[in-house]
């Protein structure tokens, strides 16, 4: 009989703990959220009136040209040359900072798309002023070239950058 009682009571007191651990409800609070920083602005509501003001003056401008080509470049180990029927889309750009603190230029951030397929870097060894990983402080400036392989009929792309930060980041074609 005591166990019995002893059984009621334990349960009793897990099941009050229980009920005190409940999940809070649902007040409509947000947090931010990762995701393409390729034009869209993201902008947290809940920041006050000066933050929101701030976060839309700060942007990343990405200055680019683009071009295509078969060969990227061959020596006696290495030969970059792109897939049959598929061609290297070079991207020269040009990255300022203006009012973050920080930006990294990470290659595995970039992709393009083409035809709604989206395509990472490619992995070359023969690309002229790689832009590689660098981060950019507030005020700073870079520039490089990246590169992707594409189908050969390539001729409009979308360029999307993915970090673990989303930024406002505005593209301009040279």
């Known amino acids: ?15 009050l703990f229980l009920v005190g651990c409940e999940a809070p409800a649902d007040d409509g609070t947000r947090t931010g959220s990762t995701g393409t920083g390729s034009i869209n602005t993201q902008i947290n509501d809940d920041l006050p009136a000066e933050e929101k003001i701030e976060q839309q003056q700060n942007k990343i401008i990405v200055e680019y040209s683009a071009s ?30 203006q009012g973050y603190e920080e930006f990294s230029t990470n290659p595995f951030y970039w992709n393009v798309i083409v035809d709604n397929v989206k395509y990472d870097i490619a992995f070359v060894m023969n690309l002229d002023n790689e832009l590689g990983t660098r981060t950019i402080m507030n005020n700073g ?34």
């Open 1 to 15: 009989m005591n166990k019995n009682l002893l059984f009621v009571v334990l349960i009793l007191t897990i099941g």
């Open 68 to 97: 295509t080509k078969k060969i990227l470049g061959k020596n006696e180990f290495v030969s970059d040359e792109a897939k049959s029927g598929m061609t290297y889309l070079i991207l020269d750009m040009t990255i300022t900072n």
């Open 141 to 174: 400036k870079i520039s490089g070239n990246i590169a992707f392989e594409v189908p050969e009929s390539v001729d409009t792309f979308e360029i999307v950058y993915e970090a673990f930060q989303t930024y406002n980041i505005e593209y301009i074609q040279k």
